[in-house]
């Protein structure tokens, strides 16, 4: 089984999860023997969050009870606190994550966290464009392992830009497998383009019991 564990903060910024979160917690496009995937919300309190959307989020957990495993995924949206050290646990536990082999997704201004703490200096990764990382991550030093691109995946760790929710999502369901290989490319081609054909393409390669009457 999967854990997802979505880091939520005020001003979380909703639309970079959408599809990712959604397509997980539904498993409504999984293959037939797809792993179960048990999503939960994680804070650095169990106080309630208050997204950029104006939606409010009660936290599953806390940080001290994420459980680092290779089955283990911890998801990093955009959000205007990043630099706040209240985030630090958060950026140690993805440090963590990433020396277990456990999958780290980070987006946005969690990408220019993640640079802060030298987690980005050796690896390919993307973030909101050339020079935004320098611009708030003063220590980064990764700029020769910078690819200027919507999302980039390296192995385990999956870093974008604030409009590349969806190939972030892609790349994130493409390394837990949860998709047939066809399904991942038709569901992609549907959403990035909205063409009827796509969507008929999606359907009919889905198992039949995924929707059934």
């Keep these: ?43 650095a309190s169990k106080a309630p969050i208050r997204t950029m959307g104006g939606l409010t989020v009660a936290p599953d957990c806390q940080i001290d009870d994420i459980v680092v495993a290779e089955t283990s995924v911890l998801l990093l949206p955009g959000a205007n606190p990043w630099s706040d050290p209240k985030n630090d646990a958060i950026l140690h536990k993805a440090g963590e994550f990433l020396s277990a082999g456990a999958t780290v997704g980070a987006i946005c201004g969690a990408t220019a966290a993640l640079a802060g703490c030298g987690l980005l200096d050796n690896r390919p990764h993307t973030s909101n464009g050339p020079g935004f990382l320098e611009m708030f991550a003063h220590d980064y030093k990764g700029q020769s392992f910078y690819i200027d691109q919507p999302s980039v995946a390296d192995h385990n760790l999956i870093t974008a830009g604030s409009t590349g929710g969806l190939l972030w999502a892609k790349q994130i369901i493409e390394r837990l497998g949860v998709f047939q290989a066809d399904t991942l490319e038709a ?22 019991s995924n929707f059934a009457p």
């Design 187 to 208: 569901w992609y081609a549907y959403f990035s383009a909205g063409k009827p054909e796509y969507f008929y393409a999606l359907m009919q390669t889905l198992p039949s």
């Design 1 to 43: 089984m999967f854990t997802i564990y979505v880091y939520v903060q005020d001003t979380l910024a909703d639309w970079e999860l959408g599809y990712v979160t959604s397509e997980l917690n539904s498993g409504r496009f999984f293959k037939k023997d797809a792993q179960h995937v048990s999503l939960k919300t994680v804070s």
